[in-house]
């Protein structure tokens, strides 16, 4: 028997679950979103009627807000974690007294699941303001800054996002600090001393010398979050509910049309959401691919 013969047989149940509890069912749901399944009517005639339901979707005002609002929040998430996350790695990559306490608070969050977080947060982020004002417009208050009291998430502006950003950058920037302290500890102290002994000053070491090395983190983690935020639903979810309008996002709308038999509607949603994650995705894969078959030549 060939040698590659037993491999294989050790993956193939991970071939098979994956082949079917994956890619079947993203066929099935192209082939869903393709008829008129969108009632729970039992007598309802199936048939296909093409891309109707992306079109039905794509002119839904609804549906352009929810995009609009997951762009504000990607934006707010990617921005709040990245900022976040590289100033906590400088402030640790030195190695200062109590780092691994520091590190342990940074990362804490990622411990907390986003439905826990959210009904933290939602105490935070209340809209009541003046006197049933409580969370932060509570402390606005108290501080005598009553001005910046708002209804954060709840209100209908264009930045209400940025607040549903919020909790989400608590959890997610102490893994950004993670990757970008790795990747500080990865460049070896040679190259920073061969850089001060030519004059560089400390700015120059960091600006010249170690960011550009750290390109390849910085990329993984804007690929990470920003496909996150693509998906961020539990948060949302908990936070704002299904039927927020203000607050909503396509994964939202996903699940209100599934509650309401819309399962042609939800098909081309769910369809639309993949291929955006996909457009992210699928070219860090194939970079990160030639890289590491660069690396292996």
Known sequence: MPTW????????????????????????????????????????QVHKIGFDNYTRLIEDSNYQHAWYNLLVLTVAFIVGTMLFGIVWALLLEKGPKGE?????????????????????????????????????????????????????FSSNSKFNMVAMAMPAIWQL????????????????????EAARMDGASEYKVYRYVLFPQLSPVALSALIIVGHMSMKMFDLIYALAGS???????????????????KYGLAG???????????????????YTRRV?????S
Not at 7 to 32: A, D, E
Not at 292 to 296: L, N, S, V
């Open 292 to 296: 590491e078959k660069k690396a292996g």
């Open 5 to 44: 013969v037993s491999g294989f047989l050790l993956v193939l149940p991970s071939i098979i679950l994956i082949g079917v509890f994956i890619y079947y069912l993203i066929v099935r749901n192209f082939l869903t979103s393709l008829t008129n399944r969108n009632s729970n009517n039992l007598k309802l």
């Open 268 to 286: 081309a949603n769910s369809t639309i959401i993949l291929v955006i994650v996909a457009i992210f995705v699928v070219p860090y894969l194939v």
């Open 243 to 261: 039927n927020s309008y203000v607050a909503g996002v396509p994964s939202t709308l996903l699940w209100s049309q599934l509650s309401t038999y």
């Open 100 to 152: 691994g306490l520091f590190r342990s608070v940074y990362l804490f969050p990622m411990a907390i699941s986003f439905i826990a977080s959210a009904v933290a947060w939602k105490w935070l982020l209340n809209p009541q303001t003046g006197d049933n004002a409580i969370g932060l417009n509570q402390l606005f208050q108290m501080a005598g800054l009553d001005g910046l009291q708002n209804a954060w």
């Open 173 to 192: 920037s102490g893994y950004i600090m993670a990757l970008f302290l790795a990747g500080f500890r990865g460049i070896s102290d040679d190259q920073r």
